[in-house]
């Protein structure tokens, strides 16, 4: 939006003037500014995050406001442009779908891009047996509903989608069973978090 104006005249007999050139956009029921748009716009979202860098064919445009929206103004109509984000400064546990769309849009009309981002409750996970020593190198983690999880060296497992208290079965290369329970502890700060080393127990079979 680009705004002019100024005043001419006698102290006692003046004029005021003043103008205004730009577009006013309102989507996602939101309000924004930008210069004047002559062909398409596109709107970013990212649910909520301020301060995502965004791309528009490979190059910055900016970064989302304190709503999580960029309007991009000078869009070109018909062609299919690729809008993309830069996740490095996002919470280390925020999970995406997509980090980059591809989008050809119609001359004077506008679209909301959406990057849906979600929270996921995920931690490193130390895992002993009762002997005190790290479960072995590809013992497997088991949760219903979820992928199994393999367990690294010494004992390290990474583990998503997990709830405040999580059941974890474990299956070690001989098959030996065992179980442990993860509870997570508050988060507010989104970091990467280790728990253990959990014991885990042995399951008669």
């Not at 959406?114 to 931690?123: D, G, I, K, T, W």
């Amino acid at each position: 939006m680009e705004l002019q104006g100024g005043v001419y005249g006698e102290s006692d007999a003046f004029t005021g003037w003043g103008e205004a050139q730009g577009a006013v956009v309102l989507m996602d029921n939101h309000f924004f500014t930008a210069n004047k748009i002559n062909d398409a716009f596109a709107l970013i979202s990212t649910d909520g995050h301020a301060d995502v860098p965004v791309n528009y064919e490979n190059q910055p445009v900016g970064k989302t406001n304190a709503q999580g929206y960029l309007l991009i103004a000078g869009v070109s109509a018909y062609y299919p442009a690729h809008y993309s984000i830069n996740t490095l400064n996002l919470p280390a546990d925020t999970r995406l779908k997509e980090t980059g769309r591809r989008i050809a849009l119609r001359r004077q009309s506008g679209f909301l891009v959406e990057f849906p981002l979600e929270q996921s409750r995920a931690a490193s996970v130390i895992l002993y047996n009762e002997q005190g020593q790290p479960l072995p190198l590809a013992s497997l983690v088991l949760r219903p509903q979820n992928a199994s999880a393999v367990v690294g060296y010494d004992g390290i497992v990474w583990l998503e989608d997990l709830e405040s208290v999580t059941p974890l079965q474990a299956v070690t290369p001989d098959g030996t069973r065992c179980e442990a329970t993860l509870t997570l502890a508050a988060n507010p700060d989104h970091k990467l978090q280790t728990y253990g080393p959990l014991v885990c127990r042995s399951k008669a079979l």
